[in-house]
């Protein structure tokens, strides 16, 4: 879709048409282009849990103050933010070394350089930079699958605790966001909410 249609077109389902199946290949493209999401130091901090089977969905709806929307989505996604992503700073660049695009000791320094920034900064930062970068993939996720002809709606009404409890989310992980994808029921939809003009969301200097 061309992209000022597709950021036109993407709007939060209220409702979705209910019985449609989406499964793994289906969500797997949406994957493929969020991997391309920016992220501090490529350390790509976002997880993805993806619900497609219907009875744990259910249990996510519980999760989720039985909300009906959770029921008629085809599938649920949690977005999880690592707090804790500069500790693969080695996973993530071994890679470059074997290509001989950087050497052992520049990956040596690499981790050395991301431990600091993080352990230096301590816990506050590391879980609001878990949730800085695990929302622009969720953002990236959302348009994806907008452009892969699928709705969502990102939700913060659900219990985290519960939530936590059913994924066993490790402590490391936050839960930065929830999201239902299917087919819109578009009967459902409403008027887009207002949006602020760009002057008063906006500072020249
Ligand atoms: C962080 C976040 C949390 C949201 N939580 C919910 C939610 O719990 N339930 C819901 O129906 N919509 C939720 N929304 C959707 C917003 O209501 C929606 O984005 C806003 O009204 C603008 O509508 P639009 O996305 O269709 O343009 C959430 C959106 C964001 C970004």
Not at 5 to 29: C, V
Not at 100 to 113: A, P
Request: proline share 2%; glycine share 6%; net charge negative.
């Amino acid at each position: 879709m061309e992209f000022t249609k597709l950021i036109d077109k993407r709007r939060s389902a209220n409702n979705f048409i209910e019985g449609i199946t989406m499964t793994e290949e289906d969500i797997r493209p949406i994957l493929e282009d969020v991997k391309l999401a920016p992220s501090a130091f490529n350390l790509q901090h976002a997880e993805y849990i993806v619900v497609l089977n219907q009875e744990l969905k259910e249990k996510v709806r519980e999760a989720a103050y039985g909300q009906y929307k959770v029921h008629s989505a085809s599938g649920v996604i949690l977005v999880l933010g690592d707090r804790e992503a500069y500790k693969q700073t080695a996973h993530i660049s071994q890679g470059m070394v074997d290509l001989g695009i950087i050497t052992d000791c520049e990956l040596d320094n690499l981790i050395d350089d991301n431990t600091k920034f993080y352990e230096e900064r301590g816990e506050a930062f590391m879980k609001e930079d878990a949730i800085r970068n695990a929302s622009l993939s969720a953002m990236l996720f959302m348009l994806a699958a907008k452009n892969r002809g699928w709705d969502t709606c990102p939700m913060i009404g659900f219990d985290q605790q519960q939530m936590r409890a059913l994924f066993n989310v490790p402590a490391t992980h936050e839960i930065v966001l929830m999201m239902t994808i299917g087919k819109e029921k578009e009967s459902s939809q409403s008027l887009r909410g207002y949006r602020k003009p760009v002057e008063e969301f906006t500072t020249y200097y």
